[in-house]
C-alpha cells in the first residue's frame, strides 16, 4: 500500500507538534559544566596523594567508588530518566584485600593512562588501554567498566578523561555531518559507523520526519536491502547492534537535542528487547551518573508490540514460548519505575505474561517476505501505531 509523503507523516507531524508542546519532553537538560583538564589533573592528583600519605602512615590505601550496581542509589525523573542520586552508597576497594587488590591496582594504573594522555592532549581508545597490560587488566570489559567507575567518582563525561570507545552502532539516512576533524558524513549514500567521538560532531542537516532505532543489526541490514529509508523518506535510522553501546545512545541524544523529531524503537517482542528501548528511553543503572546525555524520554515503541502477533495473526511457528528466565524478566520491567507512567506498556508487557509468548521482527515474514517494510512500518507510521 502506497502513501503520499503528506498521507504517510501527518500522525508523525501531529506527535511532534505534542512533543514541541511537552515541557517535560523539552525541558532541556541542565548539564553539568565539563570540569577543565588542570580540574581533572587536580582530581588525580588528590586520590594519589591520599594513596601516598595513607603509605606513609603505614595505613592500607582504600579507593571509594560510587555504587552502581544498586538500585539504591538511582532515582527515577521522568524529564531525565534513571538519575543517580547526589547522596550514593559507596564500594571501597583496598590494597591490603586479596578480594580487591588487584581491582586497586587496575583503577591506579588506569588513572596513570589517563594523566599522561591529558597533559599530552592526546587520546586513547579504551581498547588501547587494554593493550597497554593486558595481563594486568585480564578482559577488555574490565577495562571498560573501571574507566566508568572513574567517570563517575571524578563526576565528568568520559571523553574529559581522554578516552574514546569503539563504536559499533551504525547509521544511515537523510542526515549529513561533520566530525571534529572536518571530515564530512553524507549518511544519505550509505551506513556509517556512529562517530566514536559524538561531542566533536558539527553542522547536522537532516530533512528526515523521524529517526528509527533498530534493536538488531540483522534487521538494520534487511532494512538497508529492502531501501527503507527510500521508501520512508525522509527519515533516519539507527542500531546499536543489540544492547546499546554509549556512543549509540550519545547519537540519539544528538539528534533529539539537534532535531527535535519523533523517534520510535523497533525491537523484538521479548522481555530483552523492551529492555533495549528502555536503556535508550530511561537510560541504564550502571550509567545513571551521565543519564543527562545517553536518555532521550521522547523515545516511542513502535514494535514490535506483543498485541501485534495477536492482530496480525503471526503463525505459531513464528513464536517462541517464553522460558523461566523471560518471565522473571518481564516481572522485573513492571516493576521499574517508570512504568507507572505508561499504561500501554504496562498492558503490553502483562499480555506477554499471559500469552507466554514472544516472537522476533523476523517472524514477520511469515506473513509476507516484504510485510515489514511495505506493509507493517507504513501502516504503522501512517496510523499512529505507537506506544
Same mark, same amino acid.
Given at each position: +500500500?502506497?502513501y503520499?509523503a503528506? =498521507?504517510l507523516?501527518? =500522525?508523525?507531524d501531529?506527535?511532534?507538534t505534542? +512533543?514541541?508542546s511537552n515541557?517535560d519532553l523539552m525541558?532541556?537538560?541542565?548539564?553539568?559544566e565539563?570540569?577543565?583538564d588542570s580540574?581533572?589533573?587536580?582530581?588525580?592528583?588528590?586520590i594519589?596523594?591520599?594513596?601516598?600519605? @595513607?603509605?606513609s602512615?603505614e595505613e592500607a590505601?582504600v579507593?571509594?567508588l560510587p555504587?552502581r550496581?544498586?538500585?539504591?542509589?538511582?532515582?527515577?525523573d521522568?524529564s531525565?530518566?534513571?538519575? +543517580?542520586?547526589?547522596?550514593?552508597t559507596?564500594?571501597? #576497594?583496598r590494597?591490603d584485600?586479596?578480594?580487591?587488590?588487584?581491582?586497586?591496582?587496575?583503577i591506579v594504573k588506569i588513572l596513570?593512562?589517563?594523566?599522561?594522555?591529558?597533559?599530552s592532549?592526546s587520546?586513547a581508545t579504551?581498547?588501547d588501554?587494554?593493550?597497554n597490560?593486558t595481563q594486568?587488566f585480564g578482559?577488555?570489559a574490565?577495562?571498560?567498566?573501571i574507566?566508568?567507575?572513574i567517570? %563517575?567518582l571524578? *563526576?565528568?563525561p568520559?571523553?574529559?578523561l581522554?578516552?574514546? $570507545?569503539?563504536?559499533k552502532g551504525?547509521?544511515?539516512g537523510?542526515?549529513c555531518?561533520?566530525?571534529?576533524d572536518?571530515?564530512r558524513?553524507? %549518511?544519505?549514500s550509505a $551506513?556509517?559507523p556512529? @562517530?566514536?567521538n559524538?561531542g566533536?560532531?558539527k553542522?547536522i542537516v537532516?530533512s528526515?520526519?523521524?529517526v528509527?532505532?533498530?534493536e538488531k543489526?540483522?534487521t538494520f541490514?534487511?532494512l538497508?536491502d529492502?531501501?527503507? %529509508?527510500t521508501k520512508l $523518506? &525522509?527519515?533516519?535510522m539507527?542500531?546499536?547492534k543489540?544492547?546499546?553501546?554509549?556512543?549509540s545512545?550519545?547519537?540519539?541524544?544528538?539528534?533529539w537535542d539537534?532535531l527535535?523529531i519523533?523517534?520510535?524503537?523497533?525491537v523484538d517482542a521479548?522481555?530483552y528487547g523492551?529492555?533495549?528501548? %528502555?536503556?535508550? *528511553?530511561?537510560g541504564?543503572?550502571?550509567?545513571?551518573?551521565?543519564?543527562r546525555s545517553l536518555?532521550? &524520554?521522547? #523515545? +516511542?515503541?513502535?514494535?514490535l508490540?506483543p498485541?501485534?502477533l495477536?492482530?496480525?495473526r503471526?503463525p505459531?511457528?513464528?513464536?517462541?514460548?517464553l522460558t523461566?528466565k523471560? =518471565?522473571?524478566?518481564l @516481572?522485573?520491567?513492571?516493576?521499574?519505575p517508570?512504568l *507507572?507512567n505508561?499504561p500501554?506498556w504496562?498492558?503490553?508487557i502483562?499480555?506477554?505474561?499471559?500469552t507466554k509468548v514472544?516472537?522476533?521482527?523476523?517472524?514477520?515474514?511469515?506473513i509476507?517476505p516484504?510485510?515489514?517494510t511495505s506493509i507493517?512500518? &507504513?501502516?504503522k507510521l501512517?496510523?499512529?501505531g505507537?506506544?
Open positions: +500500500m502506497a503520499q503528506t =498521507e507523516f501527518s =500522525e508523525i501531529k506527535l511532534r505534542q +512533543m514541541l515541557a525541558t532541556v537538560h541542565r548539564v553539568d565539563e570540569r577543565s580540574e581533572i589533573l587536580g582530581l588525580i592528583e588528590n594519589i596523594l591520599t594513596i601516598v600519605t @595513607s603509605l602512615k590505601p579507593l571509594s555504587n550496581s544498586t538500585w539504591v542509589n538511582v532515582r527515577f521522568s531525565v530518566g534513571l538519575q +543517580m542520586n547526589p547522596e550514593t559507596f564500594t571501597t #576497594v590494597c584485600s586479596l578480594v580487591s587488590i588487584t581491582k586497586f591496582a587496575q596513570s593512562v589517563i594523566y599522561r594522555l591529558i597533559l592532549n587520546y579504551k581498547r588501554i587494554y593493550y597490560d594486568l578482559s577488555q574490565r577495562v571498560d567498566y574507566v566508568d567507575d567517570s %563517575c571524578l *563526576k565528568v568520559r571523553r574529559s581522554h578516552v574514546l $570507545a569503539t563504536s551504525l547509521i544511515t537523510d542526515l555531518y561533520l566530525e571534529e572536518r571530515t558524513i553524507d %549518511c544519505r $551506513a556509517f556512529v @562517530s566514536s559524538i566533536g560532531i553542522n537532516s528526515a520526519k523521524f528509527l532505532i533498530v543489526d540483522a541490514q534487511r538497508l529492502d531501501n527503507l %529509508c $523518506a &525522509p527519515c533516519i539507527i542500531t546499536g543489540g544492547v546499546p553501546d554509549v556512543n545512545r550519545l547519537m540519539v541524544r544528538k539528534l539537534t527535535h519523533p523517534i520510535f524503537a523497533l521479548d522481555p523492551i529492555e533495549i528501548m %528502555c536503556i535508550y *528511553k530511561y541504564s543503572k550502571a550509567m545513571s551518573f551521565e543519564a536518555t532521550v &524520554p521522547s #523515545v +516511542m515503541w513502535l514494535g508490540l498485541s501485534d495477536q492482530r496480525l503471526v505459531e511457528d513464528g513464536l517462541i514460548p523461566k523471560d =518471565e522473571t524478566k @516481572s522485573s520491567l513492571l516493576k521499574r517508570y *507507572k505508561h500501554d504496562q498492558r503490553e502483562e499480555l506477554m505474561q499471559q514472544k516472537a522476533e521482527i523476523q517472524s514477520l515474514s511469515a509476507a516484504d510485510f515489514l507493517y512500518l &507504513p501502516n501512517h496510523y499512529g505507537w506506544v
